[in-house]
């Protein structure tokens, strides 16, 4: 149980090029999704928070314009990497809590931008 | 300020050989705290939840403990397939949900 999927996995683009990032709670209702970002020998950085039907919540020094983030359903979020940069290059990983205070990580994704 | 810390930053084992990773935290009330494991290039694998002093949970051969001021993995006689890193979190109570890691450890073991 608690598995949660991310799509795609890898993703390479040109510069000023947006690109969606899908993630997935597979067998559980998510009320919320995190979205996270990981530079290499790093720990996880919170970019931000959505809950279903609400706007999210961005951390301090994210730009919500940059990094627009949908979370329409109880089982899916997405988020939309606008006019990416080559400094927008990153690992970028959700997870997902439901019942439970728990957070369940999706595989991540990795952003190569050119 | 909310802090994880997490020690050491990188523990080189011999098969067999058990340890103890540490995480210390300081935090205006803990919800939980919380275990990992990431592997290279992977999302992290949640291992345990902790909710209050005391409490300790087991899975193979990993365990978790927890204090007022520190949470410890213990890994007993590891083997190759342990190698990862294991991230620790905590969530500070009244929060949203929110997890403030700590920067891991990177456990290699060898054969």
Known sequence: ????????????????????????SLDFQATTMF???????????????????????????????????????????TLTVTSAHPEDSSFYICSASGSTDTQYFGPGTRLTVL | EDQVTQSPEALRLQEGESSSLNCSYTVSGLRGLFWYRQDPGKGPEFLFTLYSAGEEKEKERLKATLTKKESFLHITAPKPEDSATYLCAVQPAGNTGKLIFGQGTTLQVKP
Request: aromatic share 8%; hydrophobic share 35%.
């Open chain 1, 1 to 24: 149980g608690a598995v949660v999927s991310q799509h795609p996995s890898r993703v390479i683009c040109k510069s000023g090029t947006s690109v969606k990032i899908e993630c997935r």
């Open chain 1, 35 to 77: 979205w996270y970002r990981q530079f290499p020998k790093q720990s996880l950085m919170l970019m931000a928070t959505s809950n279903e039907g609400s706007k999210a919540t961005y951390e301090q020094g994210v730009e919500k314009d940059k990094f627009l983030i949908n979370h329409a359903s109880l089982t899916l979020s």
